[in-house]
């Protein structure tokens, strides 16, 4: 069936009762102590591995003034993007507008509520345009999203590199924006003459001072190259180390008292 995990003994089917025949040790409870122990080790070791992943999110998010000052401006080119971007007037037939359009309206008119009913009076290239610019900005609110969460890894390895690469895409997509919507609100200015009217706003700009603070912040952060503050773990790690100790110890003596077992059977098999 088993063996006792002290004496080593080999269980019978009929050897029912909790203890063991031959040294009288409880098989349920024996070395329960030494498992909670061991289980104990285990959830320490875990905590020991997982504290400088800790210690670095901190670090990141507010180890340093600068770092606080970067988890502000990660917020500033999205707030930025709700801000007016560009102004257009259109005495378009059916169609008249006069208003600031942000990616708030973006998102709630033309995305929402699938309100394209300018297209049908401009041009195919027009059209291409209009749509990259939307496109664009869309995507430019993304990475700018995405710089928050990435953010908690700026002390990994390639932290810098990645904080700047989101930042620098943001502004990127941003200025193809700015350009397709340049393009676009020349072509329909020629098309449409007085009837049409459009110019950029502040907030695109904005947008992209905001990219380009988070970038000047992390390359300051990265000169500066302030060391993270690790909390310190040693006396977990040297209690870990006691108690293997002690269990190497105990299963030694065990093993001991095993093998004596296995000699007097063998012992009492050949008399």
Known sequence: ???????????????????????????????????????????EEEYIKLQPKIDRVKFAFAGTK?????????FVPIGMLFLPLVHIRADIPFNSIDS??????????????????ILSVIPTSAMVLYF???????????????NIPFVSVSCSPKGFKRNVKLS????????????????????LTKQFGEMYAGNLSFGAFLAIL???AIIFVNVLIKKKNVPVKYKDVSEYVERIAKRKLEIAEMEAQAEAIRKEYREKQKASAAQ
């Open 1 to 43: 069936m088993a063996n006792c995990p002290k004496c080593g003994y080999k269980l019978r089917i009929f050897d029912v009762k909790a203890e063991c025949p031959e040294c009288g040790v409880n098989l349920i409870y024996f070395n329960q102590q030494e498992r909670l122990a061991a289980d104990a080790d285990k959830a």
């Open 66 to 74: 600068l770092s606080i000052l970067r988890l502000i401006l990660l």
């Open 100 to 117: 600031d359009i942000s990616i708030l309206n973006l998102a709630m008119d033309v995305i929402a509520k699938m309100e394209f009913g």
């Open 132 to 146: 990259v610019s939307i496109l664009s900005i869309f995507v430019a609110a993304i990475f700018g999203i995405l």
């Open 168 to 187: 620098s895409c943001g502004i990127a997509f941003t200025i193809i924006s700015i350009v397709s919507f340049l393009v676009l609100n020349s072509q």
């Open 210 to 212: 905001g990219f380009a």
